[in-house]
């Protein structure tokens, strides 16, 4: 039993034909080059690419296991030049009866699994080409045909504002989902703007697992939130049992913005363009008294929650506030560049660079900001209504610390 970095929910911008998959991504985030960045930057050892069953993504795998860069993995999952395990998925919207959308996560051991999904989807999405498509169904219905098709289902970034279960559905699970499609739902999926200290103010959420994943749009954004899994290998199969923590395995560690970076963590009002600080929940603006607003998610959960203060169950592991590389005031391209030749991975700058290896390589101010983002000391500015938060750098000597 060992320990793996995951990141289950990267999208792919194109497929190596130049098609859209993801319209809102980076071009260059293909299949291929989401692998070459987990493998030689980013240090994830586990991918979850959930735009896999758009026929271009599926003929890029097609020709990645023809030239043998990639193999099929024992236990379910694809092997990418022995350093990766790919988890196949697929995200797509769904709709309430009475309007609600959310996006859902669904998770696949092989190809063959995942192009019957897709067959049996060709009927309900009019483009399969393109990501996160509307399915005309409710996500109780997709979930059962992930699960008819040997699939297990996430619902995604779950307290959102717009395309989210809690976010813009329902504030009980069990009026989206009845309790077959329940069954399927390994985890779920906290979002950029949500905790475990969010999300564990919903009792019922006490048995359910917590993924952080970083919802990639662009490559640098891979691992902006990730995981830690204990597992016995790096297959699907073995992702599904953590996910349940059966048999010892299960997610040791939740690795995340602090939800303030979130661009949803706080209602935002649309007309005068600010993030509304009065006390949670807020639905109108207390400076232009505005009731056009994007609901937070902070506002939302403290509207739907039974807990006035979380109660962490004992499976519950720590959640680490962490700011993401990018985000760290002054690393730059060149700084970067010198700390991965030194460290190998953004993995092993941010879990295994002692502060005086990072001093030596990119000096002490910038080291001293390093550490600060792995360990959640940086100043914040919360974000809202689309926008992120942004980090503020500290003044020299100060301690660095949270608003």
């Known amino acids: 039993m060992r320990t793996y970095f995951a990141d289950l929910h990267i999208h792919i911008g194109r497929s190596s034909d130049g098609r859209a998959v993801k319209v809102t991504a980076s071009r260059d985030l293909t299949f291929e080059n989401i692998c070459i960045e987990c493998v030689d930057r980013k240090g994830i050892e586990i991918a979850g690419m959930i735009d896999c069953a758009s026929p271009g993504v599926l003929r890029d795998i097609d020709l990645l296991l023809e030239s043998g860069q990639m193999v099929p993995q024992p236990g379910g999952g694809l092997r990418y030049r022995d350093r990766l395990t790919v988890i196949l998925g697929s995200e797509l919207e769904t709709r309430e009866v009475d309007g609600g959308l959310s996006h859902v996560l669904c998770y696949f051991p092989t190809v063959d699994a995942i192009r019957g999904f897709a067959h049996a989807l060709s009927g309900y999405v009019s483009n399969l080409q393109l990501s996160s498509q509307q399915c005309h169904m409710p996500a109780n219905d997709l979930a059962l045909i992930a699960v008819d098709h040997g699939g297990f289902v996430v619902p995604a970034h779950a307290f959102t504002p717009h395309k989210s279960l809690y976010g813009s559905c329902a504030d009980r699970i069990g009026r989206v989902f009845g309790p077959k499609a329940l069954s399927g739902i390994a985890a779920i999926e906290l979002g950029l703007s949500a905790d475990t200290d969010l999300a564990d103010r919903l009792s019922e959420l006490a048995e359910v697992s917590f993924l952080s994943n970083s919802d990639a749009h662009s490559l640098p954004k891979i691992a902006r939130e990730y995981n830690v899994l204990r597992m016995e290998s790096d297959s699907w199969e073995e992702l599904s049992l953590a996910l349940r923590r059966q048999d010892g395995r299960g997610v040791v560690g939740n690795y995340g913005m602090d939800p303030r970076l979130g661009k949803y963590h706080r209602t935002f009002c649309e007309e005068c363009g600010q993030v509304v600080t009065a006390e949670p929940p807020a639905r109108a603006c207390t400076r232009c008294g505005g009731t056009k607003v994007t609901f937070g998610v902070l506002d939302r959960i403290v509207e739907i929650a039974d807990r ?96």
């Open 308 to 403: 006035p203060s979380p109660v962490h169950p004992p499976h519950r592991p720590p959640y680490h506030h962490q700011v993401p590389l990018q985000f760290v005031p002054k690393l730059g391209a060149v700084a970067m560049t010198r700390l991965l030749n030194r460290f190998g991975s953004e993995m092993a700058v941010l879990h295994h660079a002692a502060p005086d290896e990072l001093a030596s390589v990119v000096g002490t101010r910038l080291a001293e900001h390093i550490v600060a983002a792995r360990d959640g000391s940086l100043l914040l500015q919360p974000g809202g209504g689309g926008r992120f938060g942004r980090v503020v750098a500290s003044p020299r000597g100060a301690q660095l610390r949270l608003l």
